[in-house]
């Protein structure tokens, strides 16, 4: 009788191999600087789009100028359990850790979508301390989702078995150092939130989720730079 665990490893690898291929084409999209059209400017935070090729919905880009150390900024990003006590504008997303080593983590998110009829989503990500490639240095955080059967196991601790799954997102932190010693730090984010929502809707929501994200990420870098 042949054994059931190669098996299960071996379509594990070939299930996130696909993800990955995707995700690193989503990366170069997000890290090329051509292409992005600012729309507005938000407390100081820029808000630019981008038209993703085979995708119906826009990436979107925040970026400011700062003198948060990269340390800090990087320190918080990847300190997902401790989220919702700086995370103060995006009350309605929720967090939790299923595995971590030095500098990668695999966590959950659940998205509460208080609209009616419209299903929660939630998705299963990577994230990693570094670039995605050699030849991008200037990503120092990367994520991407993952394949739900990749941790089918997993019961955390929001799901209620209604939930929509996210397949498709990615997002990259880049930082452009300026002589002044000050730097330009930016996230950009492509995630279609799937389900029937038009994507004049989707493109809204997730403007609004990437200025409040990141604006909670600089108010408390800024906190942590004056302590």
């Excluded at 808000?47 to 150390?69: R, Y």
């Excluded at 504008?89 to 009616?116: A, H, M, R, T």
């Excluded at 990503?139 to 209620?160: N, V």
């Amino acid at each position: 009788m042949f054994s059931k665990v190669p098996t299960l490893i071996f379509l594990t690898s070939l299930i996130y191999a696909e993800n990955a291929d995707l995700s690193t084409s989503l990366f170069k999209t997000l890290y090329a600087d051509n292409g992005w059209n600012e729309s507005s400017i938000i407390d100081g935070i820029s808000l630019s789009t981008k038209q993703v090729p085979n995708i119906s919905i826009k990436a979107v880009k925040v970026h400011i100028e700062t003198n948060i150390p990269k340390n800090i900024i990087t320190d918080i990003i990847m300190d997902i359990k401790n989220y919702n006590n700086y995370f103060i504008s995006s009350k309605k997303l929720y967090f939790q850790v299923i595995n971590s080593d030095f500098n990668s983590i695999d966590g959950y998110q659940f998205i509460s979508v208080p609209i009616p009829f419209i299903k929660d989503r939630e998705y299963f990500f990577r994230m990693s301390s570094n670039t995605f490639l050699p030849d991008y240095p200037k990503t120092f955080i990367h994520w991407h989702t993952l394949k739900k059967d990749i941790y089918s196991y997993i019961s955390t601790d929001f799901q209620s078995g209604k939930e929509l799954y996210l397949d498709i997102g990615a997002g990259i932190w880049n930082i452009d150092f300026l002589d002044d010693g000050t730097s330009i730090v930016s996230y950009r984010l492509l995630i279609d939130p799937g389900g029937y929502l038009p994507d004049f809707a989707v493109d809204h929501v997730n403007k609004v989720n990437i200025v409040n994200l990141f604006r909670d990420v600089i108010n408390e870098g800024k906190r942590r730079h004056t302590l």
